[in-house]
């Protein structure tokens, strides 16, 4: 599943490209994780996706995500994507660390009451942004990428004049 490019010129974000971090655990074949990237592209938007919360940490640490989409049921690592479930809890962790945390939208997994309770409060503390639940529709994402322009970036792509 992974998207990931590693030649360092490709990694900048020139002339106001935003760069968003598209992370998916679903074993479902999600239409919106396929088709979001080239909804996005021609508006100037480079989206990174990742299965896993290892290629996840990758990409935080190799390029500035200027926004997030975190699948709480992401996998730890690529290439055991059954070993565990709590690889989105971990990327939320490392993206509420970084000296600039971006604007996250959060893909809640349906779970027991109180146990999903728990997961969305560790979320929120965490710097939720916005909380969608499964099955995601585009357009629910879309509003959310434009309420997250409106508020930290003044309607502008980041890094734009």
Do not use: C
């Not at 002339?15 to 074993?27: A, D, E, M, T, V």
């Not at 396929?34 to 990742?50: I, Q």
């Not at 490392?94 to 779970?111: A, G, V």
């Amino acid at each position: 599943m992974v998207s990931v490019q590693t030649n360092p010129a490709e990694t900048e974000t020139p002339g106001g490209r935003l760069n968003l971090l598209l992370s998916g655990g679903s074993w479902r074949d999600e239409s919106w994780l396929r088709s979001l990237p080239t909804l996005m592209e021609p508006m100037g938007v480079r989206a990174w996706r990742a299965g896993a919360a290892d290629e996840a940490a990758r990409l935080i640490r190799e390029i500035p995500i200027h926004i997030a989409v975190v699948d709480l049921a992401l996998p730890l690592l690529a290439q055991s994507p059954t070993a565990g479930s709590e690889g989105g809890v971990r990327v939320l962790g490392l993206l509420s660390r970084l000296d600039r945390p971006p604007p996250t939208i959060i893909l809640q997994r349906t779970r027991a009451g109180r146990d999903e309770a728990r997961e969305l409060a560790e979320a929120l503390q965490q710097g939720a942004f916005a909380v969608l639940r499964r099955p995601v529709h585009i357009d629910h994402l879309l509003d959310a990428f434009k309420r997250i322009l409106r508020r930290y970036h003044e309607n502008r792509w980041p890094n734009q004049a």
